[in-house]
């Protein structure tokens, strides 16, 4: 929910619609290592037309929002049909529920972005039985099959959180209000920050705020943190779309939000990327966040369901769109796209996603 020097765009941009052979030439052009050869589960390759289903986790966030704008442009620009996108809700047991009803729909191919790692598994394993290609968006399953996890490295989230952090304050406490543990996303993060910080910054305290990606929570927990802890110097969100307002609203309402450069301010770093964050980094109210690539996200989801449907596969190694399929634990490929730091020196920089945001 959903780690990030600034990505060229440009560059990875494929315009237009490209016919089978073509997608392939261009991966096996582009990037040496990572290749894709003919072939599916049934033995043949499709031609990649057919419906697709497209699932979101929720619609409550800005970067949702927007990757939920970018999907039809995406698909479009990809030569993908896919069906208007479903919203489970921040409901793990009604995703799956999706997951069928798009099945019994018919679709050829499902984009799906999990809110549970574990619980995903029940969907992935429907489609496998009917014999439709799964990609996940954002949250990498623990199980299940899927043809490739369209992702950005959730560790270097909180690695970058905590670099930053630990430059700007010398010693004292932070607070990391966490994302939900039964995603991996979550766990990257958390487990990332906490022993980056115990390698690397040993004079800061790490003080946590589990809020499971949500406002209400990260609001009343970081309220009562404050209460008991008004010497707090640093905040790390795992969520701008969820925790950017409730943070900023929560210190506003103690007299704490002071703007960079202002006596007693709060250095926050943030995750996600959103016209929002870079405003509030625009006016010093916070300093920066780690932007995922909602467009990326919803450009290589389409274009990774579209090889599946085909019959590719892929292997591990670097890209033409300056990022990396690496192979997680479980067997799962997983391209690990490019998250840049934004601050006050990048935050104009059109090419940003952030920033085309109309």
């Given at each position: 929910?959903?780690?990030?020097?600034?990505?060229?765009?440009?560059?990875?941009?494929?315009?237009?619609?490209?016919?089978?052979?073509?997608?392939?030439?261009?991966?096996?052009?582009?990037?040496?290592?990572?290749?894709?050869?003919?072939?599916?589960?049934?033995?043949?390759?499709?031609?990649?037309?057919?419906?697709?289903?497209?699932?979101?986790?929720?619609?409550?966030?800005?970067?949702?929002?927007?990757?939920?704008?970018?999907?039809?442009?995406?698909?479009?620009?990809?030569?993908?049909?896919?069906?208007?996108?479903?919203?489970?809700?921040?409901?793990?047991?009604?995703?799956?529920?999706?997951?069928?009803?798009?099945?019994?729909?018919?679709?050829?191919?499902l984009v799906v972005?999990?809110?549970?790692?574990?619980?995903?598994?029940?969907?992935?394993?429907?489609?496998?039985?009917?014999?439709?290609?799964?990609?996940?968006?954002?949250?990498?399953?623990?199980?299940?099959?899927?043809?490739?996890?369209?992702?950005?490295?959730?560790?270097?989230?909180?690695?970058?959180?905590?670099?930053?952090?630990?430059?700007?304050?010398?010693?004292?406490?932070?607070?990391?209000?966490?994302?939900?543990?039964?995603?991996?996303?979550?766990?990257?993060?958390?487990?990332?920050?906490?022993?980056?910080?115990?390698?690397?910054?040993?004079?800061?305290?790490?003080?946590?705020?589990?809020?499971?990606?949500?406002?209400?929570?990260?609001?009343?927990?970081?309220?009562?943190?404050?209460?008991?802890?008004?010497?707090?110097?640093?905040?790390?969100?795992?969520?701008?779309?969820?925790?950017?307002?409730?943070?900023?609203?929560?210190?506003?309402?103690?007299?704490?939000?002071?703007?960079a450069g202002q006596?007693?301010?709060?250095?926050?770093?943030?995750?996600?990327?959103?016209?929002?964050?870079?405003?509030?980094?625009?006016?010093?109210?916070?300093?920066?966040?780690?932007?995922?690539?909602?467009?990326?996200?919803?450009?290589?989801?389409?274009?990774?369901?579209?090889?599946?449907?085909?019959?590719?596969?892929?292997?591990?190694?670097?890209?033409?769109?300056?990022?990396?399929?690496?192979?997680?634990?479980?067997?799962?490929?997983?391209?690990?796209?490019?998250?840049?730091?934004?601050?006050?020196?990048?935050?104009?920089?059109?090419e940003l996603w952030?920033?085309?945001?109309?």
């Amino acid at each position: 929910m959903p780690g990030r020097t600034v990505r060229k765009r440009n560059r990875s941009r494929m315009v237009g619609t490209v016919a089978a052979a073509a997608v392939a030439s261009l991966v096996l052009g582009a990037c040496g290592s990572t290749k894709d050869s003919a072939g599916s589960a049934d033995g043949g390759g499709g031609d990649g037309t057919g419906k697709v289903g497209v699932i979101l986790p929720l619609l409550t966030s800005p970067f949702w929002q927007s990757y939920n704008d970018y999907v039809p442009k995406m698909a479009k620009s990809e030569g993908v049909d896919a069906l208007k996108t479903v919203n489970s809700n921040s409901d793990p047991s009604q995703q799956i529920t999706d997951i069928n009803n798009q099945l019994n729909q018919g679709v050829e191919g499902l984009v799906v972005a999990p809110l549970d790692s574990a619980a995903i598994e029940a969907g992935l394993d429907q489609a496998e039985r009917k014999g439709v290609p799964v990609v996940a968006v954002d949250v990498a399953p623990d199980k299940g099959k899927v043809a490739m996890v369209v992702r950005a490295n959730n560790v270097a989230y909180g690695e970058k959180a905590c670099e930053y952090l630990g430059k700007q304050i010398p010693s004292g406490k932070v607070v990391q209000i966490m994302g939900d543990l039964a995603s991996v996303n979550g766990r990257d993060r958390s487990e990332a920050f906490r022993a980056c910080v115990k390698k690397n910054f040993p004079e800061l305290k790490v003080l946590e705020i589990p809020a499971k990606w949500e406002s209400d929570t990260a609001a009343s927990k970081l309220d009562t943190l404050l209460n008991a802890n008004p010497d707090i110097k640093g905040i790390y969100m795992q969520a701008g779309g969820v925790y950017l307002a409730p943070t900023l609203q929560t210190l506003k309402s103690k007299g704490m939000l002071k703007t960079a450069g202002q006596s007693g301010h709060i250095t926050i770093v943030s995750n996600d990327g959103i016209p929002q964050e870079y405003d509030a980094i625009r006016k010093g109210q916070i300093d920066a966040t780690v932007s995922q690539p909602a467009d990326l996200y919803a450009k290589y989801g389409m274009y990774y369901i579209k090889a599946a449907m085909q019959g590719k596969t892929f292997e591990p190694g670097p890209t033409d769109h300056d990022s990396t399929i690496v192979k997680l634990p479980s067997g799962i490929l997983e391209d690990q796209l490019p998250a840049p730091l934004v601050t006050k020196e990048n935050v104009d920089d059109p090419e940003l996603w952030g920033n085309t945001v109309k």
